[in-house]
């Protein structure tokens, strides 16, 4: 029997929760995170609508999750989020401890990667999953702020 | 006539919300936020009581002085915090441009200088103000904890 929990699954729910992101005006990046295939937290970037910069949708998902699982590690747990994380979401999720994420569309400017951020030495990083359906919603997004 | 309203009069006060957290069983780390020599913002660190790892002290401070001042960018403000800012602090504070950050004791581990992370560059960054009281309370947490 196939499998159908791929990460493009999972990403999928990440995009539907970008999508609702675009709706209210937010930049459109959302997130979910898993355990053994069961969806335990959805997220999306409410930094306009909250007036707050550390409103990213993984800070806001590895805080459902904690809450959720009783314990602020998230091991075993994978992030799906449509965005590379930037410094301040790699580092919380260095302190999380997560075991995988995986990440839609790269961030060139303000992704850690660029910024010089550290991931957990546990923690898996996959990326480009859905790349190009993630990065063209930023890319409307954009397109209609100007 | 003198100016009271000195950098150690601030660390003070953080240096005070840091013994707070150390009393509670926290990682011993306090700070405020300051507009124009008035604190808008006090916090300690909290991950072990709120079970999350993204409860720094910092986080709180920021969230908290948005709150205040109705608006996400923190122009104007400054940070006094006991323990140099880790990656995610410093991610958290590179997106609200916050106009200084101050700090105590320098973390050569974690903090976001070891760790690779960067300040907006609107950013600046002042440190070692009462380094030994805010290096010597976690020293003391730590020792405890052994």
């Keep these: 029997m196939e499998n159908i929990f791929t990460d493009e699954y999972f990403m999928k729910k990440a995009l539907q929760e970008a999508e609702v992101a675009f709706d209210r005006g937010e930049i459109p990046v959302g997130a979910v995170i898993v355990v053994e295939n069961r969806i335990i937290a959805r997220s999306h970037n409410l930094t306009e609508m909250l007036n707050d910069v550390t409103a990213h949708a993984e800070m ?85 702020k100007r």
């Design 60 to 144: 806001q998902a590895i805080t459902a999750s904690a809450n959720f699982l009783g314990g602020k590690y998230l091991k075993g747990c994978t992030l799906y989020v449509t965005l590379e994380p930037c410094q301040m979401c790699a580092g919380a999720l260095y302190w999380s401890q997560i075991s995988k994420i995986v990440y839609g569309a790269s961030d060139e400017h303000r992704g850690f990667r660029a910024m010089g951020g550290k991931l957990h030495p546990k923690t898996e990083l996959v990326s480009g999953i859905m790349e190009n359906e993630c990065a063209t919603l930023m890319k409307d997004f954009f397109r209609r």
